[in-house]
């Protein structure tokens, strides 16, 4: 199998090849190792080097044979360690998987690597000291997103065509939109934090995965959804398999479109566009589409976005051994003050807050069944805007600076409710845009059905980036 033969396909393609005979599971594995050593030289996106052999793995699971590659945001699988991206953390070993992990191994993907990520996770760029910025494989000078940026630049490049993330305030939605993917946050519930945690920051962080087509989106998420055992809750199961809604009439919705964020800052032009444009084509579908936005709290959403971030610090805190400061990014140190001034009273504020929000925003998804948004409030940002180490820099500034980047995405975190980003649009100067559609909570069914058909009317699988491992 050759590089350019190999990047063509997406995870159901590969599986399909396999499936027929025309390739081999080895082969494929082959190729993609070629693939991750050629477009890593570019982007940089691997945390460490090429997985020799590759995770153990069923061999009759949905997508056995695909490549795949899990992020360095903490014990994933056994054996593999993790830093967090963070020179502080030497390379701590995951003492088991997590059910998640159990689930991609069941579903027969093929781990190869581990993905790069700010420090502590908690950035819209993945620059860290640790490992360097990873380059965007459409334009190098730009960041691919965070926290999942490192997944994000090796996936759009063509190194594998689905790669673990996770989401806690837009990480799986902001790299999608910086380099043309597709980005899946699903609800609440839906994907198991176990075995080791009830609920991820506080019900704020969700993991699945990056795609470059809708229909992997669904068949990962038909192999890995579901509660385990244990679980504080739980998404209700989806009435049949979201593989299923490919394709299926979702009959007249109601759609909201709105453009301004919820902070108040300003949205580039193009970006805003992108999103009314969206809009447009589900009205020329027969949807009833208007302008509305929900009512949004946004110094309650901050509230529990800071909230968020200290329980990160915490978790290091309450480590066995704490890390060294010293070794850490000038955003970490301010959160690790924060973690350790933090009181019980500032934490049920903070959960107040969330809940404030959550009903607020549950409560517009009465009157509509999709808010339509862009996913960021700019452009792919080139490297070096959002300084995490920057001198001066404090947790104040530091989200605020988030915050006119991406306005769009933490409320979701906040609410529960699954949101995706699709690779709609791309700039005049050739950059990919991302357009966030929400559903209420649990109907990830509506975001595949309406995600199928806009994959259709503004079809992306023909726009491939300069760095991409079929040309290299």
Known sequence: ??????????????????????????????????????????????????????????????????????????????????????RALPGIVAWRDTDLMTRFRAAGLVTLGLTTVPEMCVSFSTEPLRYGPARNPWNLDRGVGGSSGGAAALVAAGAVPVAHASDGAGSIRVPASCCGLVGLKPSRGRVTPGPDAGELMLGMAYEFALTRTVRDAAHLLDAVQGPGIG???TALPP???????????????????????WAGTTVDPQVAAAAVQAGRVLEQAGHTVAEA????????????????GVAIAATLLLAPREPDEAEMEAVSRQFLKAAREYSALDMLAALNAQNRV????GAFFTGYDLLVTPTLGRLPAPHGTLRFDGPGQT???????????????????VTGLPAISLPLAHSEDGLPIGVQIVAAYGREDLLFQIAAHLEQAMPWKDRIPPVFVGNL
């Open 358 to 361: 959550s009903r607020s925003v």
């Open 239 to 261: 009435r049949r398999a979201y593989a299923d809604e490919i394709g299926t009439d979702p009959g007249r919705l109601r759609v909201a479109v709105a453009t301004e964020g």
């Open 1 to 86: 199998m050759e590089l350019h033969e190999y990047a063509r396909y997406d995870a159901v393609g590969i599986r399909n090849l396999i499936k027929s005979g025309e390739v081999t599971a080895d082969e494929v594995e082959a190729t993609a190792r070629q693939a991750l050593e050629a477009a890593n030289a570019k982007v940089n996106g691997l945390a460490l080097p090429v997985f020799s052999p590759a995770l153990d793995h069923a061999a009759d699971g949905p997508l056995s044979g695909v490549p795949f590659l899990i992020k360095d945001h903490g014990p994933v699988a056994e054996g593999v360690p993790f830093t967090l991206g963070s």
């Open 231 to 233: 679980d504080k809750y």
């Open 293 to 308: 936005s929900p009512v949004v709290d946004w110094e309650a959403v901050m509230q529990a976005w800071v909230c968020e």
């Open 395 to 413: 947790l104040t500034s530091w989200l605020e600076s988030l915050t006119e980047y991406g306005p769009f995405t933490q409320v979701f975190n």
